[in-house]
């Protein structure tokens, strides 16, 4: 780590996770199961006879993506290493170049940062969560440094 501006420059490679959400989306995806599963231990036998094998099957379709949507929240992170910036926000995994990044930024009460491309795109950095705090502003003041160090 190297000190600049009263602003630290991490060790490369940096990775950098939300913490709510790795903490919720678990938590969540226990109760959406166990809510679902005790609804259904809930009903009596003639009830459950009732339901045909369709409408079980799309129950459990339900669940299983607001299961897969935790998660892919949860995964969520930013990695800055020598050669750039790896975004993974959900299921998607974008790497870029230091030449391609022209800035980090986060208006505000942004519910996360932002980097700007290069060509004009601007996307969202969603392993850094604007809710846990002071947390997130360390991370985005590091990830800041980190740009206009490789800006240079």
């Known amino acids: ?31 959406l199961v166990g809510a679902f599963a005790w609804l259904w231990l809930s009903f009596d ?20 993506v607001g299961v897969a949507l935790l998660y892919a929240m949860a995964r969520s992170r930013v990695t800055v290493t020598e050669q750039g910036i790896t975004l993974v926000n959900g ?29 004009g795109r601007t996307l969202p950095m969603l392993g850094i969560q604007g809710s846990d705090g002071g947390r997130a502003k360390t991370a985005v003041r590091e990830v800041k440094a980190l740009v206009a160090a490789h800006r240079r």
């Not at 420059?9 to 940096?14: A, D, K, M, S, V």
């Not at 230091?98 to 980090?104: D, F, G, N, P």
């Open 1 to 31: 780590m190297t000190t600049t501006n009263d602003v630290t420059t991490p060790t490369l490679p940096r990775t950098w996770r939300p913490f709510g959400p790795r903490l919720a989306a678990p938590l969540f995806a226990v109760v």
């Open 45 to 64: 036998q003639q009830t459950r006879d009732a339901i045909n094998v369709l409408e079980r099957g799309t129950v459990i379709a339900i669940v299983g």
């Open 91 to 119: 299921y998607r995994r974008r790497d870029f170049t230091w030449a391609e990044i022209e800035k980090v930024r986060m208006p505000l009460g942004a519910p996360w940062p932002s980097l700007d491309l290069a060509d």
